[in-house]
């Protein structure tokens, strides 16, 4: 199909995200929520829904949600009701889940996504409630579906978006930015491998120009933001053609195939009818007053934009460099701690650690598939290695060379000392190197008294070899420079 056609047209997306919440104890019962533990063992006569039991609700469910809310500028509700959400399904032992319906405890809020790094675009988050998650059924093996209730009655968030997001690249932002808070915040682990993070995608299309929104369908099984970017992108040139070539979108419920990259219809929307929601008998209304909200609000702790900016202008780096550090909150916390450690407290060092961080100490990272935590390199180490090389005693060069030793756990200071890399600033014995290359390089000299410029770095390359890498490059560099002009 002409790509002129698919310009034709806009996405209307809005993300569904359950965030399985941090806490030791379940929703509303005393069960563990152990992640890894046998099947069936973090359960209890409430989790199995025996008759006779009655729930009752975990403080910090409604801690985190308040935090979450005030984390993404919404109201916070004082007056909360619970309902039930019915349906049937092997892994959900009551027959309904415990939900808010009507009244989310947090409600019209919004999220800044950076689009660049001067633009920005605000989409909107029409609610946050609380409710527990279902079991797991496993239908992959040779026998009938077995039925874990080791995650039901876990405490989720549902955080569902305004449909504002235009493209599958708004939606990667909004995700990774979202992501960051509820990690920060240290009410949710981030990590979808382990059903932490779960998304699910309402994608519609329609003319541009046009305010009436298409229909929509609502993709599951996204268990990667990557994924998630090409489910969207795939369902709105499926949903393009569709309309292009006299057909309709019907409202259903799609699966991303991870292994065809593309979607496919698994069954008819449910409405919110569907679910024939009505209040909970067993638990009387949450009441959340302005004292509760302050409280949380004291204690919650700096979120990922407010560091970025902290970053910027505290230690003077690029956004673009803080951007990258607060990614990952660790990470973040490892480049405080290794400017907490420099002797030297200049400006450019602040660069040169984050240069540091950036390149060694995440491709180590990403080599060994590991977290910055379970190094061996310490801020310690990459400090140690920034004032080696602030104060001249070490270059560069010398320093990457001795980095395979310090991903040990080795004192670069002691490497440096054991190995003699100490960098030499004896102008003397720098002079006497240069007029010993530049009489044994005669035609060189010539060249580059012909205009041919690029000869000197001929030069440096061999004083900086017959130092073993140990002359300083600045000095060598600068007393070249006298010897040829």
């Known amino acids: 199909m002409n790509e002129e056609i698919y310009e034709k047209y806009e996405p209307v997306i809005g993300l569904e995200i359950h965030a399985q919440l941090l806490t030791e104890s379940k929703a509303f019962s005393s069960s563990s929520t152990k992640f890894g533990a046998s099947p069936n063992t973090n359960t209890d006569p409430i989790t199995l829904a025996h008759p006779g039991t009655l729930p009752v609700l975990n403080r910090k469910v409604v801690d985190y949600a308040i935090m979450m809310g005030l984390a993404t500028n919404c109201k916070i509700r004082e007056k909360n009701l619970f309902a039930r959400k019915n ?71 549902e955080i569902v978006s305004e449909p504002d997001i235009r493209s599958s690249n708004e939606a990667y932002l909004y995700l990774t930015q979202l992501k960051q808070i509820l990690v920060y915040l240290g009410i949710n682990t981030g990590n979808m491998e382990e059903g932490a993070l779960r998304v699910d995608a309402n994608v519609s299309v329609r003319p541009i120009g046009r305010e009436k929104f298409g229909t929509r369908t609502e993709i599951k099984n996204l268990n990667s933001f990557r994924n998630v970017e090409k489910a969207i992108d795939y369902e709105v040139k499926r949903q393009i053609e569709l309309i292009e070539n006299g057909g309709e979108v019907r409202q259903v419920t799609m699966q991303w195939d991870g292994n065809a990259n593309k979607t496919k219809e698994m069954r008819t929307k449910e409405m919110s009818h569907d679910y024939r929601y009505f209040p909970e008998p067993d638990l009387p209304p949450l009441l959340v007053g302005v004292d509760w909200v302050e409280k949380v609000k004291s204690a919650m702790p700096e979120l990922p934009l407010t560091r970025k900016n902290r970053f910027v202008d505290q230690y003077e780096i690029p956004s673009y460099d803080a951007g990258v550090l607060i990614a990952d909150k660790e990470i973040a916390d490892f480049y405080e701690e290794t400017i907490k450690k420099l002797e030297d407290k200049s400006t450019a060092n602040n660069k040169l650690v984050s240069n540091w961080v950036m390149t060694e100490v995440m491709r180590l990272i990403q080599d060994r598939d590991t977290t910055v935590t379970d190094l061996k390199v310490s801020p310690e180490h ?21 980095f395979s030793e310090v991903e040990l756990g080795k004192s670069p200071k002691s490497i440096v000392e054991e190995r003699g890399l100490e960098q030499v600033s004896d102008t003397s014995l720098i002079d006497d190197l240069v007029k010993e290359v530049i009489s044994a390089n005669p035609d060189s000299v010539e060249k580059f008294k012909s205009g041919n410029a690029k000869v000197k770095g001929f030069f440096v390359g061999q004083i900086m070899k017959k130092s073993k890498g140990k002359a300083n490059p600045q000095l060598v560099s600068d007393i070249v420079d006298k010897y040829l002009n």
């Open 87 to 157: 349906y049937f399904y092997q892994d959900l032992p009551k027959g309904y889940q415990i939900s808010q319906d009507k009244t989310p405890i947090c409600y019209e809020g919004y999220l800044e996504i950076e689009l660049d790094e001067t633009n920005t675009k605000r989409i909107g988050i029409t609610r946050i409630h609380m409710e527990e998650d279902s079991g797991k059924s496993i239908h992959d093996l040779d026998i009938d579906t077995l039925v874990d209730f080791n995650r039901a009655g876990v405490a989720l968030i």
């Open 382 to 402: 990459i400090a140690e290695i920034v004032d080696l090389i602030s104060s001249g005693a070490i270059s560069n060069k010398i320093a990457k060379d001795i």
